[in-house]
């Protein structure tokens, strides 16, 4: 079967866009290599999206993926690994199947680089976090640890600090890696500790994170912080490797414009996976509503 739009990703973008290529008449198939949601699916509590006061991200998730199910969308469980131009749009060869689409849109999102410590996986939502964003009013006077030194900790950091006791941001270098203007708000910000050249070694607590414990990269000292809440900002990674024949990238993420459309004619990328200054659950189904929009658009317009 030859589908109006193949989906790469079924978290709340690609779902997104699914719903809306749907509910404009036209057929759509979500590849999906792991499981439903995306990062949403699993974080305990979303608070920030419009008209929801709370839900679990699973719950979100399978909400959301109900209503597609229920409009009619196709959903494999498979892993893209490359694309071929053809004549009726584009040829995707999967782990376990071919498929084949008019238009393609990615939305593969990405993931948060860990510090790959034991435990980190059980105690994300019991203490560890990994967008302050998100989840920084759920440690609301309580003490708390950013770890990590360009723009994105720095922020974190100075956003905590308006809600938090104490903030402590520590870093594995001896320098940030950051805007002046953010480095001078950190230093200034009477909230916020800092400590240099220290590595994390052991996340300590039972069953909710109690404290983090850190080595000094050069004499071996090491350092306890009590705290509530580990906010790993070390950077993210998206997976856009299959499609780099066919779109532009910055630093892994792909390029678009206003239409959400890459360089190529066809395939368009929204959410996560795609460049941009902000990665929420909202920006994401936004992206992927033009995305879908632009599609229906190019299809009616043949």
């Not at 019991?126 to 994105?152: H, P, R």
């Not at 890459?262 to 992927?288: E, F, H, L």
Request: glycine share 8%; hydrophobic share 40%.
């Amino acid at each position: 079967m030859t589908y109006d739009a193949v989906i790469i990703g079924a978290g709340p973008a690609g779902m997104t866009a699914a719903l809306y290529l749907l509910r404009a008449g036209k057929t759509a198939l979500l590849i999906e290599k792991e499981s439903i949601g995306g990062q949403i699916s699993k974080s305990p509590r979303l608070e920030n999206y419009p008209s929801i006061a709370s839900i679990s991200g699973m719950e979100f998730a399978n909400n959301l993926y109900e209503q597609v199910m229920a409009l009619g969308a196709d959903l494999e469980f498979d892993e893209v690994t490359s694309i071929k131009k053809t004549e009726e749009g584009f040829e995707l060869t999967c782990a376990y199947s071919t498929q084949v689409g008019k238009n393609v849109i990615i939305a593969t999102g990405c993931h948060h680089k860990t510090l790959g410590l034991p435990r980190e996986e059980e105690l994300v939502g019991k203490g560890i976090s990994y967008c302050a964003t998100c989840d920084g009013d759920f440690f609301a006077g309580e003490d708390v640890v950013v770890i990590g030194d360009a723009n994105t900790a720095l922020q974190y950091a100075l956003q905590l600090s308006a809600k938090c006791t104490k903030v402590t941001v520590v870093t594995l270098f001896d320098k940030f890696f950051a805007d002046k203007i953010l480095v001078d708000r950190l230093l200034e910000n009477p909230k916020i500790e800092v400590h240099m050249e220290y590595s994390a070694i052991e996340y300590v607590g039972a069953n909710e994170l109690e404290g983090v414990k850190f080595k000094h990269t050069k004499t071996g000292e090491e350092k306890f912080f009590p705290c509530k809440g580990c906010f790993i900002a070390i950077g993210q990674q998206p997976c856009n490797e299959p499609f780099e024949e066919f779109v532009e990238l910055d630093k892994g993420f792909i390029v678009v414009d206003e239409r959400m459309a890459t360089k190529t004619p066809g395939i368009y990328a929204c959410g996560d996976c795609r460049k941009k200054n902000m990665r929420q659950v909202v920006t994401a189904t936004s992206d992927a509503a033009i995305a879908a929009m632009s599609v229906v658009n190019d299809l009616n317009t043949k």
